[in-house]
């Protein structure tokens, strides 16, 4: 079982922003993608959920062709998006936004199975289930978007820059939070500005510039790599 882009190409407002890409997310496994701002890392993933329709190519989904395929089909065939930015519903309870994750399934003993293994990832999401989201903190709405997004018994968990604007201890408990995830079956597809923190977890990990894969390899080789180690963790 395997997520698999083959020579995909978008154009996004006007720009050439992924130029044949090939890459592939295989089932059980942590997949990072690393690059400066512009590089085309959330048109990709925007590509794979349906919201940006490509060019050309395609994006394969268990043996089966989903390019530019309904959104909503394919968070239901177990592809979900974790949007940069966190987009919780501010007006909408914890509970509430928890309950939104699960709208495509009728499975209720496995809702509540899931909600129930969301509070213990996140025991501060209990203690906070009657309060609007928009009055938690960053990190709090951090934990409550992928929450959400656990809600919908995903298979393949795409993240889209999870530790934008946390605090250092807030960040190293959200990675520390996906590699649980990723130990209890999910697969992972991270977009991640921490790149350190990124390849760190990552099993196989993708280097993104001006829409083009420039290097993979494990994350391990990619942390020793010189040219990663002065572009993105600041060393040299």
Not at 98 to 112: E, F, N, S, V
Not at 201 to 228: F, H, P, R
């Amino acid at each position: 079982m395997m997520l698999k882009l083959e020579a995909l190409s978008v154009y996004y407002g006007g720009i050439h922003a992924l130029r044949g890409i090939d890459m592939e997310v295989p089932d059980g496994k942590i997949i990072t993608l690393i690059g400066a701002n512009g590089a085309g890392k959330s048109t990709m993933l925007n590509s794979i959920v349906g919201l940006v329709k490509p060019a050309s190519g395609t994006v394969t989904w268990d043996g089966r062709d989903i390019t530019g395929g309904n959104p909503r089909d394919i968070v239901s065939a177990g592809l979900v998006l974790i949007p940069e930015g966190r987009h919780v519903f501010p007006n909408l309870t914890v509970d509430e936004n928890l309950r939104l994750g699960a709208y495509a399934r009728k499975d209720k003993a496995g809702i509540k199975k899931d909600r129930e293994h969301c509070f213990e990832l996140f025991p501060r999401l209990k203690e906070r289930i009657r309060q609007p989201a928009g009055t938690l903190s960053g990190g709090e709405q951090q934990m409550l978007a992928v929450a959400r997004g656990l809600m919908s018994s995903p298979r393949v968990l795409m993240l889209d820059e999870p530790s934008l604007g946390l605090a250092p201890l807030v960040s190293k408990m959200i990675f520390s939070i996906i590699t649980e995830i990723n130990k209890n079956g999910t697969t992972l597809l991270l977009i991640e500005q921490n790149a350190r923190a990124a390849l760190e977890i990552a099993d196989y990990a993708y280097v993104l510039e001006t829409g083009i894969i420039t290097l993979e390899n494990t994350g391990d080789v990619l942390l020793k790599d010189d040219n990663i180690r002065k572009a993105y963790l600041g060393e040299g």
